[in-house]
């Protein structure tokens, strides 16, 4: 399967494969507070980083990451990705952010988790795509059940800037997801 040029279209947001042209936007939400404070790993990350992570990622087929954009106002509101694509265990680990803080509710990330699901079991052949969220997310737990994902029985227990943190596993399965 090409890497590049893949739309996956919803009734809310259309998800477009990420390109260099994307970095800029994409660097603003992630190293933004509004962001970082729902993520595990919460340093910055650099423009270089991001273009080094489309190239040695993205376009090797590693990692497929798309741009959410609101289909409504035609804009660009944040991001989703597989990474960790495992071909042997047929898994991969789903992330997302919704950048823009207005577009945050209202189904765009739970569509946005639907249409790259189904894009990992009916395009890649994957069997399961497993998350990691903060117990604190509750809004993107809720989210991520919308879209199909259960809790797992699995917790860690990690260090955020000096403080201690839940971390709960969620994960889809094909068979659960027709």
Known sequence: MTRKNVVLKGKKITLK??????????????????????????????????????????ETGLVFQFIIWDNKDNKKIGCVYLQNIDSNKKEAEFGILIGEEEYVGGGRGTESAILI????????GLERVYLRVLKSNERARKSYAKAGFLQEDYKELIDIDGEKAEVVLMSIHRSKNR
């Open 17 to 58: 494969s990420i390109t260099y042209d994307d970095c800029e936007d994409f660097i603003g939400w992630r190293n933004s507070a509004f962001i970082k404070k729902h993520f595990i790993y919460r340093k910055d990350i650099t423009l270089e980083e991001q273009r080094d992570w489309i190239k040695n990622k993205v």
């Open 117 to 124: 699901n189904n894009f990992a079991f009916e395009q890649l």
